[in-house]
């Protein structure tokens, strides 16, 4: 898969490491940043990933920042975008198996990095099962049109 990935400064280091994993599992990883501890501004990493995961450059996006949580409400406001934060895996795959979210979000802050490598794993691997979710992500979907 193409994978864009994106974080903040508190999540530098572990970025290095996702990426690092995903690679060594044959993904491809563009990484948008940021690229050094230098303190900056999560909006800019969730919106860049957002933007590249929307226009279908990539296949789907990994964010990291603190919490995960502010820049997975920056990629959220980004049309066509359902990106989840998790803190574990279960929610990792059923976020995919019913929600077809093709952004993940976790905390540098909040999870290890081999509980990390288990929730990226679980959904990488977690396929949408359509049906009678399709019905509710398009009803999600359709908010961003009102
Ligand atoms: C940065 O200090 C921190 O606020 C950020 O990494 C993230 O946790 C925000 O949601």
Redesign the pocket.
């Known amino acids: 898969m193409n994978i864009a990935i994106g974080n903040?400064?508190?999540?530098y280091d572990m970025k290095l490491s996702i990426k690092e994993y995903l690679e060594n599992l044959g993904h491809t990883v563009r990484d948008y940043g940021t690229h050094d501890t230098n303190r900056t501004d999560?909006p800019i990493y969730g919106e860049a990933v957002a933007m590249a995961v929307a226009a279908k450059e990539v296949d789907c996006g990994i964010l990291i920042?603190?919490?995960?949580?502010?820049?997975s409400l920056a990629a959220n406001k980004v049309k066509g975008i359902r990106a989840v934060v998790c803190s574990e895996p279960y929610t990792a795959k059923l976020s995919k198996e019913h929600n077809n979210t093709n952004i993940l979000a976790f905390?540098a802050?909040v999870v290890g990095l081999d509980l990390a490598k288990m929730i990226v794993e679980q959904w990488l691997s977690a396929e949408f099962e359509g049906e009678r979710h399709a019905k509710r992500v398009d009803m999600i979907m359709d908010i961003e049109n009102k």
């Open positions: 903040d400064h508190v999540a999560y920042c603190g919490t995960g949580v502010g820049i905390g802050r």
